[in-house]
């Protein structure tokens, strides 16, 4: 999985690529509240997936968390120990939690995210600011696919990582 940014958006809200995940909160809080496609209307989902599981995929590296990929399940490797963990039970799951809280408490994630996120029907509507998924094209099509861009590398969270968790 990977996040795609609207870059059209972007360069309208006058915001980077973030690559921190201090500044995806930024640039997610902004989208919601520049009117980002020009409609006149507050119709604009900053972050959206097909799931949960795939927003879990993108942001957990950011907290050092799965970093032994996605097929290890909840087990990884504590660096700091070298030891083997079943990472929800680490502090900085509680951490990556409370953030994604965050982002879903006000309003930055698709609310319909738990309930049937219909990714493809979305974005015809030009209403998503950024969505999570392997490739964009089958999500974006032909009409949108330019204004999409992957993020250029992991981001970076509050403990200094920065991976692909996934």
């Known amino acids: 999985s990977k996040m795609f940014m609207n870059k059209k958006w972007l360069d309208q809200i006058g915001k980077d690529m ?3 995940t201090d500044e995806l909160y930024e ?5 919601k509240t520049s009117d980002a496609n020009g409609n ?12 949960y599981n795939q927003i879990q995929w ?16 909840f087990i990884d490797m504590d660096e700091s120990t070298g030891k083997v963990r079943f990472w929800p039970a680490d502090p900085r799951y509680k951490d990556f939690l409370m ?8 309003g930055l994630i698709d609310q319909d995210l738990y309930t049937g ?13 950024a ?24 981001l970076t969270g ?9």
């Not at 993108?58 to 399940?73: K, P, V």
């Not at 953030?99 to 006000?106: I, S």
């Not at 996120?117 to 600011?129: A, E, H, L, S």
């Not at 509050?158 to 968790?165: A, I």
């Open 18 to 20: 973030p690559t921190t």
């Open 27 to 31: 640039v997610l809080k902004a989208i």
């Open 40 to 51: 006149n209307t507050e119709d604009e989902i900053p972050l959206t997936a097909p799931n």
């Open 58 to 73: 993108t942001l957990r590296g950011a907290f050092g968390l799965g970093n032994r990929g996605t097929s290890c399940g």
């Open 99 to 106: 953030y994604v809280n965050k982002l879903f408490t006000e």
């Open 117 to 129: 996120t219909n990714v493809i029907g979305k974005i015809p509507q030009n209403i998503i600011g």
């Open 131 to 154: 969505f999570v998924q392997i490739n964009h094209n089958p999500i974006t099509g032909t009409i949108y696919e330019e204004d999409f861009e992957g993020l250029p590398g992991p």
């Open 158 to 166: 509050p403990y200094g990582d920065n991976l692909w968790s996934a």
